[in-house]
């Protein structure tokens, strides 16, 4: 790579990094491990995390709703959307949280929650979100965390449309329902278990 293709590509990088950080201060991830309801309640437990919301991305429909994403022909994946200071969480930090509390091997499903809509996703919203997802998963991989390949899907965000009103915090205001306490809850003690440090 000539001395000049190297200088682009790195204001390519800071023009995309200062369109997506605005202020230098806040940065959006979004993700999806399976259910909303389940990684929305882990990070917004996390320390400098600002907000999480729920909604869908990576499908061909604009503003589907649950039922129409449900049936997995939309093309979308439930998706939560974080907002975060990276002056107090990376996106690193955020990613080992992520990999921690969901299986990114199995595709297309999430313990008993089956269908595209469901599959492991990380849709950046720069290259250096790119790169850092990437290399996050090459370590996986190398350091052999999982018995299986890793399948997660790396992708350009282009699209974020939030869920209705009722899925928000959806576990904090139903823990004794069934899904909640049987599927949600081992993944917040888990949390608790390996990353007391970046609790609020």
């Not at 599959?119 to 999982?146: G, P, T, Y």
Request: some cysteine; glycine content about 8%.
């Amino acid at each position: 790579m000539t001395g000049i293709a190297i200088i682009l590509l790195i204001f390519t990088i800071l023009k995309i990094n200062a369109m997506s950080v605005p202020n230098g201060k806040i940065e959006k991830a979004t993700l999806g491990g399976g259910c909303f309801w389940c990684t929305e309640a882990v990070f917004l437990r996390l320390k400098g995390v600002e907000s999480v919301r729920s909604g869908y991305s990576g499908g061909h429909v604009k503003n589907p709703s649950y039922r129409e994403v449900t049936t997995g022909s939309t093309g979308h994946t439930e998706v939560v959307q974080i907002t975060f200071d990276p002056a107090v969480i990376t996106f690193r930090d955020i990613l080992e949280v992520f990999f921690a509390v969901h299986d990114p091997t199995t595709l297309n499903r999430q313990g008993a929650d089956v269908g595209t809509q469901y599959r492991s996703a990380i849709f950046f919203h720069s290259l250096e979100q790119k790169v850092i997802a990437e290399r996050a998963i090459l370590d996986l991989e190398n350091e052999k965390a999982f018995d299986r390949p890793v399948v997660t899907e790396v992708t350009s965000f282009t699209a974020f449309f939030p869920a209705e009103e009722y899925h928000g915090n959806y576990y904090d205001r139903n823990k004794s329902q069934p899904y909640c306490s049987m599927v949600i809850s081992p993944k917040i003690k888990k949390l608790e278990k390996l990353f007391r440090d970046k609790l609020k």
